[in-house]
């Protein structure tokens, strides 16, 4: 059974970064989609960016609200998937959470192709 931990949030000012990481364990990291994803205290979770396992290359993917200021990078030899967020907005606040799809290599962006999950990291951006 693969765990997914996540670490790196906080609180930031307005424009300030943030480094998020998800360390993996038990499982098949290397060919898993990895993604990112978020909750805000009230709304819907929420598509943030993915990066595809290694048979896709790698690709990347992210939401159109953060293109630009997020970066999802991996480190299949450390089992740990980053979100480097940059120029963050009072609207990135929410929960963030990693998430690991086995059955599917690819960029994939639905909650629901997703099998593993971490227990979120919450970040807050204060204006």
């Known amino acids: 059974q693969m765990q997914l931990v996540e670490s790196g949030g906080g609180l930031v000012q307005v424009g300030g970064s943030l480094r998020l990481s998800c360390a993996s364990s038990?499982?098949?990291?290397?060919?898993?989609?990895l993604g990112w994803f978020r909750q805000a205290p009230v709304g819907r979770r929420e598509f943030v960016a993915v990066?595809?396992?290694?048979?896709?290359?790698?690709?990347?993917s992210y939401a159109d609200s953060v293109k630009g200021r997020f970066h999802i990078s991996r480190d299949n030899a450390k089992e740990t998937a980053y979100l480097q967020m940059k120029k963050l907005k009072p609207e990135d606040t929410a929960t963030y959470y990693c998430?690991?799809?086995?059955?599917?290599?690819?960029?994939?962006?639905?909650?629901?192709?997703?099998?593993?999950w971490g227990q979120g990291t919450q970040v807050t951006v204060s204006s």
């Open positions: 038990g499982g098949t990291f290397g060919s898993d989609a």
């Open positions: 998430a690991a799809a086995e059955r599917y290599g690819g960029a994939v962006e639905l909650d629901w192709q997703y099998e593993n």
């Open positions: 990066i595809g396992g290694r048979w896709s290359g790698h690709t990347t």
